[in-house]
């Protein structure tokens, strides 16, 4: 879903690129839809990378298309980059990060249409993108730090102690 989704982007934004970070099992399907939609302009996959932080800080926006996650740690890091995020609003997991219209957006699961105009309002109001993503970091920061975290399993393991 994430190619045809690029799909619409690119038709109103020639200049920008999505880039796909790492390989899997689907790799030919992706680089053969890719090619049967002549995305090669527009699109790049990129081997996998122990920096991933580094692409992070290139990008503008992060997009996510999963139908099913738990709790995406990606959305965690591009946040904590200060990127702006778009996603689908699937059972769990995106809906727990993103702050709806405060630093990304979540779109009804599989409207590629809609995650696609989404990805183009950051693209076309840079304001916009530049406060989603301020916002963004700021919230990961706040909500997922590591001692944050660390004092929300430490309430957990004392009250099993009791």
């Given at each position: 879903m994430l190619?045809?989704?690029?799909k619409y982007v690119a038709?109103?934004?020639?200049?920008?690129?999505?880039?796909i970070i790492g390989e899997g099992h689907l790799k030919n399907d992706v680089v053969n839809r890719i090619n049967e939609l002549n995305l090669n302009q527009s699109i790049e996959i990129l081997a996998p990378t122990k920096d991933i932080y580094k692409h992070y800080y290139e990008s503008s926006i992060y997009l996510m298309t999963s139908e099913f996650e738990a709790l995406?740690?990606?959305?965690?890091?591009?946040?904590?980059?200060?990127?702006?995020?778009?996603?689908?609003?699937?059972?769990?997991?995106?809906?727990?990060?993103i702050r709806g219209n405060e630093d990304g957006f979540l779109v009804d699961y599989s409207n590629l249409k809609e995650i696609a105009n989404k990805v183009c309002v950051l693209i076309e109001d840079e304001e916009l993108r530049k406060k989603f993503g301020i916002n963004a970091r700021?919230?990961?920061?706040?909500?997922?730090?590591?001692?944050k975290i660390y004092k929300e399993w430490d309430k957990l393991l004392n009250k099993i102690d009791e």
């Amino acid at each position: 879903m994430l190619i045809e989704t690029w799909k619409y982007v690119a038709e109103k934004h020639t200049d920008w690129k999505l880039r796909i970070i790492g390989e899997g099992h689907l790799k030919n399907d992706v680089v053969n839809r890719i090619n049967e939609l002549n995305l090669n302009q527009s699109i790049e996959i990129l081997a996998p990378t122990k920096d991933i932080y580094k692409h992070y800080y290139e990008s503008s926006i992060y997009l996510m298309t999963s139908e099913f996650e738990a709790l995406p740690m990606v959305l965690i890091e591009a946040k904590t980059c200060g990127l702006p995020c778009v996603s689908f609003d699937v059972v769990s997991g995106p809906n727990e990060i993103i702050r709806g219209n405060e630093d990304g957006f979540l779109v009804d699961y599989s409207n590629l249409k809609e995650i696609a105009n989404k990805v183009c309002v950051l693209i076309e109001d840079e304001e916009l993108r530049k406060k989603f993503g301020i916002n963004a970091r700021k919230d990961a920061l706040e909500r997922f730090s590591q001692s944050k975290i660390y004092k929300e399993w430490d309430k957990l393991l004392n009250k099993i102690d009791e």
